[in-house]
C-alpha cells in the first residue's frame, strides 16, 4: 500500500500543503496519522476529490 507524505498528495492534488494540512488537522478530509506523521492513501486522495465534484448547473 502506498502512502502519500502532505507535500506528495499536495502536488498530485494540485493544492498547497498547508490547506491539506490544515482540513486533515479539522479532520475535514480523510488521512491516516501514524503516530504524529500524517500519510494519504491513494483512496484518501480519490474520496478528497471525490468530495470536492461539485454537479454541473
Avoid: N
Avoid at 486533515?24 to 486522495?45: M, N, Q, W, Y
Amino acid at each position: 500500500m502506498r502512502l502519500y507524505t502532505p507535500a506528495e498528495a499536495a502536488r498530485t492534488l494540485a493544492v498547497k500543503e498547508s490547506w491539506l494540512r490544515r482540513q486533515a488537522g479539522v479532520r475535514a478530509i480523510p488521512c491516516t496519522f501514524l503516530g504524529k506523521h500524517l500519510r494519504f492513501s491513494e483512496d484518501d486522495l480519490r474520496e478528497i476529490v471525490r468530495r470536492g465534484r461539485r454537479p454541473p448547473r
